[in-house]
């Protein structure tokens, strides 16, 4: 148990659906990551958040849209997505180094998603 | 832009053995941070071990120690007694110190799947 929660675990959608992964921690951290995991890649960081403002799009194509109410929460909205976008994404957070020098990344247990 | 390198796939150890990972990094920064994280069949990811290059003493904690090598830019790590449940994917990772979030980026190694044989 790392701190950082995310729901749903798993989740089989199709080309055509719309659905939403949530991320919510609980570490009183400020910035806040989305990462994508495919088979036999490295993770690739997707979108970073830091006090709610989102502060980088690693070039992620527009059907995925993140959001991030408060520090303390952040979605991954989908939509019209391609089978190749079937993936294990993990959530994690840390404190901006803005504010402190440690900022370890602590990662959720990930929503694992099958597009059909 | 740095890369990281873990050049074994897979590995396998005998328990109560000991066990060593490699990864290799490229940058051109002078200081940073570099992560071992471990991802076990839960696929939660779990943080293992952190060296700070501006520090010439290798970190350990409890079983895990790594070999920094800064100028041959490797990192690897060292599992002592390997346990069962030692049993997981291995990720090396880089951090720039840059300040600000984007130097809070982390690029991950590809990594290496680590068997334990009882």
């Known amino acids: 148990e790392t701190g950082v929660t995310q729901t749903p675990r798993h989740l089989v959608m199709g080309m055509t659906n719309k659905k939403s992964l949530k991320c919510e921690q609980h570490l009183g951290h400020n910035a806040m990551y989305w990462y994508k995991q495919s088979a036999k890649k490295p993770l690739e960081l997707m979108f970073v958040y830091s006090l709610e403002e989102r502060v980088e799009n690693n070039s992620v194509p527009s059907r995925f849209s993140p959001e991030c109410p408060n520090s303390s929460h952040l979605f991954l909205h989908l939509h019209t997505l391609q089978p190749e976008d079937s993936a294990l994404y993990l959530c994690?957070?840390?404190?901006?180094?803005?504010?402190?020098?440690?900022?370890?990344?602590?990662f959720g247990p990930g929503t694992r998603l099958t597009v059909l | 832009a740095q890369t990281v390198t873990q050049s074994q796939p897979e590995m396998s150890v005998q328990e109560a053995e000991t066990v060593t990972l490699s990864c290799t990094y490229d940058t051109s920064e002078s200081d940073y941070y570099l992560f071992w994280y471990k991802q076990p069949p839960s696929r939660q990811m779990i943080l293992v071990i952190r060296?700070?290059?501006?520090?010439?003493q290798n970190a350990t904690e409890n079983r895990f120690s790594v070999n920094f090598q800064k100028a041959a830019k490797s990192f690897s790590l060292k599992i002592s007694d390997s346990q069962l449940g030692d049993a997981a994917m291995y990720f090396c990772a880089y951090r720039s110190s840059k300040l600000g979030t984007s130097g809070s980026r982390l690029t991950f190694g590809e990594g290496t799947q680590l068997t334990v044989n009882p």
């Open positions: 994690a957070s840390s404190q901006d180094r803005r504010t402190d020098e440690t900022d370890t990344q602590y």
């Open positions: 060296q700070e290059a501006y520090k010439q």
